[in-house]
Structures are given as structure tokens and as C-alpha cells.
């Protein structure tokens, strides 16, 4: 097992901000990545309130040895507004979970969520082309999710969020994007759910209610969630024992790693599968111009 180096002056610091953060996943794999490689940085979880989280960004942008750093809930969204640039999925989802910061205090964001959920289904041997999804949330992770399945070549998607206006939003840009894809704000009768997706945090607590009702999906044969802890929420567990395929929240992070790893140019592109979205990969359903 590699040897666990010491924090020095000249230790690459990345934060992982959130609030909170003792779920995250990433952390464990990345700094044992950075481990076995000898490289001298480290991923540190730093839980911080929303009402706080500006001045974490002002210190971000001022901070030398930190070369950027990823966030997750419930911050995605003001690291967004905080970035000076972002790629353009991030510019659809209005979201961030990634940032790289120049030598020049620049802070440059991604959006890398949707990414991470499609490469743990192909891992797990789920194809997207064609399917019916169903995506559950239309905050970050949720927007994300729905255009990387959307570019994937899904036959429809039905975006269920409880705020109304943000599901407006996020079915506008779908429709726009991707003309041949079919949206809609439930689960219509007649187009049965091939594949059910967690974006919400429901589920965390043990006494939340399932994201969507188990029984109002008969035909779908695939349960995945964002969460992370716990590891297998009590909504993917009702549904693998009803014999549907589950894919958890961890699976996902655990997908991420290569993909974070390769934005802040740790990892060589060619390493990480598939290359985030700077690499120009292509992509089954090309998204039409704005």
C-alpha cells in the first residue's frame, strides 16, 4: 500500500466543499490516486454554509497553493455564479461540481455530474439509446444528468421536480437542444419508465419517502441514485428486490474520480475514460445550436 505523504508548504490543496460533507466519497480514492503516484496534493473536505460560501470563493481565487476544487449540494449552483468561466454542459445546468484555478487566480468550472452518472451505467451495462428515463430533480446534479442522458440518445425523458419553475426551465432547454428527444413533466401513460434516476436528496434520511413510487414504475429495469450515503438507499433496495438492476450513488463517485482527475490535469487525458469535455469526445445525439 503506497505510503501516505506529508502535508508541506508545497502540498497542491483541493478542497471539497459542501454542506455537509461527511457523505462525499471522492476524497478516499483521489488522495490515494495521488498516493501510489507520488504526487504531493490532497483533497480536503471543508464543510461550509451557504450563507458563507462567497468568502470561500474570494479565498479560493486568492488562495496559490489551491489548484482548484470540486463541490457538491448544496453549493454547485453558487459555485456557477463564483466561476469566471465555465464549459458550456456547466452553462446548462447553471451548476458547477468541478473548478480549476489558473496561475492567475481565474477560476474556470465544470459541470461533471451527468458525465459520472452515464459512464456507471455503461460500467454497469446499461445503454441509454433509445430508452425511456425518468430523472427525478431539476436542481445541479438532475439538469446535468438529463442532458448527458439527452446526448445520449434517449427516446424521451420526463423531468419530475417539484418546483415548477425550474422544471419549466430545465424542459425549455431540453427541448430546444435536442429536438428529436420527447419531454415531459410526468411519467406518461403508454410510454413506460425503461430507467429511473435519483438527482434529489431524498433518501439520505432514513425515514424520507422514495423519490418517486416504486409501483408507478412496473416496467423499469434500472434504479439509479446520486446519493452516497447511504451506499444503498432504501428506495434502490426495494427496487433490486423487486429484481430491477441498481446503480448507487458511490458507483457514481467512484466514476467521477478519473474525470476530476483529468480537469485539474492530474491525470493524463488519455487515462481517464471517457475524457471530460475539453477533449472534444463525441457524444451518440449532438446537442443543436443555441
Not at 468568502?55 to 466561476?83: R, W, Y
Not at 458550456?88 to 496561475?103: L, S
Request: hydrophobic share 45%.
Amino acid at each position: 500500500m503506497a505510503r501516505k505523504p506529508a502535508v508541506t508548504g508545497r502540498t497542491s490543496i483541493i478542497p471539497l466543499v459542501g454542506h455537509p460533507v461527511e457523505q462525499v466519497k471522492t476524497p478516499g480514492p483521489m488522495n490515494q490516486w495521488f498516493a501510489e503516484q507520488g504526487i504531493d496534493a490532497v483533497v480536503v473536505p471543508m464543510d461550509v454554509r451557504p450563507e458563507r460560501v462567497a468568502a470561500f470563493f474570494d479565498v479560493l481565487k486568492a488562495t496559490e497553493n489551491c489548484v482548484g476544487c470540486t463541490i457538491t449540494m448544496p453549493h454547485k449552483q453558487a459555485a456557477f455564479a463564483a466561476s469566471d468561466e465555465v464549459s458550456e454542459r456547466a452553462r446548462r445546468a447553471k451548476a458547477v461540481n468541478i473548478i480549476r484555478r489558473t496561475p492567475s487566480g481565474k477560476l474556470v468550472g465544470d459541470m461533471t455530474d451527468g458525465l459520472a452518472m452515464v459512464v456507471a451505467l455503461k460500467q454497469r451495462g446499461v445503454a441509454l439509446g433509445g430508452r425511456n428515463v425518468l430523472v427525478i430533480g431539476a436542481g445541479g446534479a438532475g439538469t446535468a444528468i438529463a442532458h448527458a442522458v439527452a446526448e445520449e440518445g434517449a427516446a424521451s425523458l420526463a423531468i419530475v421536480e417539484q418546483d415548477q419553475m425550474r422544471q419549466r426551465a430545465l424542459m425549455a432547454d431540453l427541448e430546444r437542444f435536442y429536438p428529436g428527444l420527447a419531454v415531459s413533466d410526468a411519467v406518461r401513460p403508454g410510454r413506460a419508465i425503461d430507467i429511473a434516476i435519483n438527482a434529489t436528496p431524498t433518501g439520505m434520511a432514513p425515514h424520507d419517502p422514495y423519490p418517486y413510487p416504486l409501483e408507478m414504475l412496473p416496467e423499469a429495469t434500472v434504479f439509479a441514485d446520486a446519493i452516497t450515503r447511504p451506499v444503498v438507499t432504501r428506495w434502490l433496495n426495494e427496487a433490486g428486490r423487486r429484481g430491477a438492476r441498481i446503480q448507487t450513488g458511490e458507483e457514481m463517485a467512484l466514476a467521477q474520480v478519473p474525470i476530476l482527475l483529468t480537469y485539474l490535469r492530474f491525470m493524463a487525458e488519455a487515462a481517464a475514460s471517457p475524457a471530460p469535455e475539453e477533449s472534444g469526445g463525441v457524444k451518440r445525439r449532438k446537442a443543436a445550436a443555441r
